[in-house]
């Protein structure tokens, strides 16, 4: 079977055997199941893990108890998708995270110190995306909070921006090349 591509005009034929093309770095090129040419340019992986982080992550006062860390989400509406819920203190400074079944399943006058788990894996603002790549996968984690020196959470990196079929050969790609 042969692919046709359209360039600004021009007809290629491309065998089907051809999957992936050694495009420039920066593009994952690939054909989709229905056999249509996908190009689409990916972040270099040596940037600032902040230029992929997200800022709209949930944080709990670690004062909180589990009923009014519930509330303060129900009254705010955070949405659907959270999986971790980050506890900080006064200063804003990371000491735990919360799963939500853990929440979900404590008791409600239980301190939202004592469901947290203490033990946390971040990554400072100043590491590379392929870094953060490196330990999502390394820790089996879902979401990555990065933080400044002070230990205070500035975003978080999801590990969905990493499910791009596209994203995934490249990241294999490159780390075959060290």
């Given at each position: 079977?042969?692919?046709?591509?359209?360039?600004?005009?021009s007809k290629l034929n491309i065998p089907k055997s051809i999957?992936?093309?050694?495009?420039?770095?920066?593009?994952?090129?690939?054909?989709?199941?229905?056999?249509?040419?996908?190009?689409?340019?990916?972040?270099?992986?040596?940037?600032?893990?902040?230029?992929i982080a997200h800022q709209n992550m949930v944080t709990l006062?670690?004062?909180?108890?589990?009923?009014?860390?519930?509330?303060?989400?129900?009254?705010?509406?955070?949405?659907?998708?959270?999986?971790?819920?980050?506890?900080?203190?006064?200063?804003?400074?990371?000491?735990?995270?919360?799963?939500?079944?853990?929440?979900?399943?404590?008791?409600?006058?239980?301190?939202?110190?004592?469901?947290?788990?203490?033990?946390?894996?971040?990554?400072?603002?100043?590491?590379?995306?392929?870094?953060?790549?490196?330990?999502?996968?390394?820790?089996?984690?879902?979401?990555?909070?990065?933080?400044?020196?002070?230990?205070?959470?500035?975003?978080?990196?999801?590990?969905?921006?990493?499910?791009?079929?596209?994203?995934?050969?490249?990241?294999?790609?490159?780390?075959?090349?060290?």
């Amino acid at each position: 079977m042969v692919y046709s591509l359209f360039i600004e005009g021009s007809k290629l034929n491309i065998p089907k055997s051809i999957r992936y093309f050694d495009f420039p770095a920066q593009y994952a090129v690939s054909f989709n199941k229905g056999g249509v040419f996908q190009m689409a340019e990916l972040p270099d992986l040596h940037q600032p893990v902040m230029t992929i982080a997200h800022q709209n992550m949930v944080t709990l006062d670690e004062d909180y108890t589990v009923q009014q860390a519930l509330d303060y989400i129900r009254s705010h509406g955070f949405g659907e998708k959270i999986v971790y819920f980050y506890v900080v203190n006064g200063d804003g400074q990371l000491k735990g995270v919360i799963l939500t079944r853990s929440l979900l399943t404590s008791l409600l006058e239980q301190s939202i110190s004592e469901v947290m788990i203490k033990r946390l894996v971040t990554i400072p603002h100043n590491a590379t995306i392929l870094q953060a790549y490196d330990m999502l996968n390394h820790h089996k984690l879902l979401a990555l909070p990065v933080v400044d020196q002070r230990q205070r959470i500035l975003g978080v990196v999801d590990a969905s921006i990493f499910m791009d079929e596209n994203y995934i050969k490249d990241l294999t790609r490159r780390r075959e090349k060290r």
